[in-house]
């Protein structure tokens, strides 16, 4: 009797460590077919945010099995980021709101039709910004599922963007290889003669891309398994994976994604040659020194021969697009000093967040009237300024602040393992850059994968044992030996 109580217990508890994985595989199942596109006006988003209100419950309910130092900082980001929102949506009266900075316009028409007692948000519209706020609980749950999962395979989370990775680049070929607009692709306004894969803009679709291809190196470099297979298995895997991404990116006609995957080639190749300065010293690891390198000149070589293949062919869009004018191109560079002009005209407090595409009428030039019509400034950095003012930008610059500490932080606490400090500021430097011509952060999935990355990161250092990081790593091949100090 106490025998059956005990293999009962003992599978209840081997259900309750699983769950969490089981989750995180629906969560990734559900932001990949529902959380590609950035419009906030996708029909996907009906299903995806009340699904993902159900993750972030369960995350909630079992936010006390794991005790995990780090994640204060994000959580008082996306806390300070909810905060801000419903500000900007709170009614003032209108004596105060008609001083705001950047409402004369709507002020004229006010007094035009008699409508000076009405009181109104910070906001130039309340809707697009509740909008925004709802869009918080994709990374909000993303955040709590890192939290709950087990200390010991939160690097898991790294493979699992891998994975994401190389379904969207599998998916991106098949679209190449059925009709354009056909059923593999999931957006109603999307690029339905390209490569998007999971998401909605080949842009995203490409920098994501580029974004993996320098994770795969980093898990090889810290000889990580893709969740419990062998050492051999997970290579096999990583090379395999690593090809077809980087055969997406080619084919993809991205220039921003192949300039993202340039430096993830660039960046990996780094990683992937580095050793602790301890290793210089053991025959075994000058060998595979020697090997490293040979290795990586066959990477480059064999990236090279490919990228020369399909130019030579006809068949690589992004260089083509390089060297073509682009309509939309010309449009984001003469659109540059309009939004340099939003953003002193709502400063400090900004126009609101999600309000960018109504209030750039307001100031679009008449010479850039066209059919088609600017949903997204299409840098970033300048719209987060438009939106959110200046409580945004302190945001952003001790957020940026503190992943500089925390890299620095990690980057020490591992007897400066130099790899750490190249991965995670290519990181940093990917992410930057494609948002300078794009907005990726702002598709579902891209926030996902963003928190979980930037969690890893802000943890990593207080859990290095448990999150598969070695203070010190020799390498002598397949295994490693840890040098603790």
């Known amino acids: ?34 959380g590609g596109s950035a419009r906030g ?63 004369e316009v709507v002020v004229n028409l006010d007094v035009a039709g008699g409508l000076t007692d009405l009181w109104r948000s910070i906001s130039l519209s309340s809707s697009r910004t509740g909008n925004s706020l709802a869009s918080l609980i994709v990374p909000l749950a993303a955040m709590l599922l890192f939290h709950i999962y087990p200390n010991h395979r939160k690097k898991d989370l790294l493979a699992v963007i891998i994975i994401i990775a190389a379904g969207n680049a599998m998916l991106g070929i098949l679209q190449l290889l059925g009709p ?21 803009n080949r842009n995203h679709s ?19 398994q893709v969740f419990r297979f062998s050492g051999a298995y997970t290579n096999i895997f990583l090379a395999t994976v690593y090809i077809v991404i980087f055969l997406s990116i080619i084919i993809n006609g991205s220039r921003a994604g192949l300039l993202c995957g340039g430096i993830a080639l660039f960046v990996g190749l780094i990683i992937f040659n580095l050793q602790p300065p301890e290793a210089a010293r053991h ?60 953003i002193g005209t709502y400063w400090p407090v900004g126009a609101g967040f999600g309000t960018f595409d109504k209030v750039y009428f307001i100031h679009e030039r008449s010479e850039l009237l066209m059919s088609s019509y600017f949903n997204q400034a299409h840098n970033d950095w300048l719209q987060i300024l438009i939106e959110g003012g200046a409580p945004v930008a302190i945001l952003a610059v001790v957020g940026i602040l503190w992943y500089i500490a925390s890299v620095l932080k990690l980057f020490l606490s591992t007897s400066r393992n130099l790899s750490h400090l190249f991965f995670w500021f290519g990181i940093m430097a990917i992410l ?39 203070r010190q790593s020799i390498d002598y091949g397949y295994g490693r030996q840890s040098v603790s100090r």
């Open 180 to 200: 354009s607009g056909g059923a593999l692709y999931f957006y109603e306004f999307t690029n339905p003669s390209d490569a998007v894969g999971f998401f909605a």
């Open 432 to 470: 930057a850059i494609a948002s300078l011509v794009d907005y990726p952060l702002r598709t579902p999935i891209f926030s996902a994968v963003t928190v979980w990355m930037v969690a890893f990161l802000f943890t990593a250092r207080h859990n290095l044992a448990s999150f598969g990081i070695s």
């Open 1 to 34: 009797m106490n025998d059956k109580k005990i293999n009962g217990a003992k599978r209840n508890r081997d259900i309750m460590d699983r769950a969490p994985l089981f989750v995180l595989g629906a969560f990734v199942a559900v932001i990949c077919l529902l």
């Open 41 to 103: 006006d996708a029909a996907q988003l009906v299903f995806l945010r009340p699904i993902c209100c159900l993750f972030a419950g369960y995350g909630i309910y079992r936010l006390g099995s794991q005790k995990v130092k780090g994640l204060m900082p994000l959580y008082a980001g996306i806390g300070f980021l909810a905060s801000l929102m419903i500000l900007q949506m709170i009614p003032l009266p209108y004596a105060i709101w008609s001083e705001l900075p950047g409402r």
């Open 206 to 224: 490409s920098v994501f891309s580029g974004l993996s291809l320098l994770i795969i190196s980093y898990f090889y470099a810290q000889r990580w």
């Open 283 to 342: 025959k075994r690891a000058r060998v595979n020194k020697i090997g490293s390198i040979i290795g990586s000149i066959a990477i480059f070589m064999f990236s090279a021969t490919l990228i020369l293949l399909f130019f030579v062919s006809d068949r690589l869009p992004a260089v083509s697009r390089l060297l073509e004018r682009d309509t939309m191109s010309d449009l984001r560079a003469k659109a540059m000093p309009t939004l340099f002009e939003m």
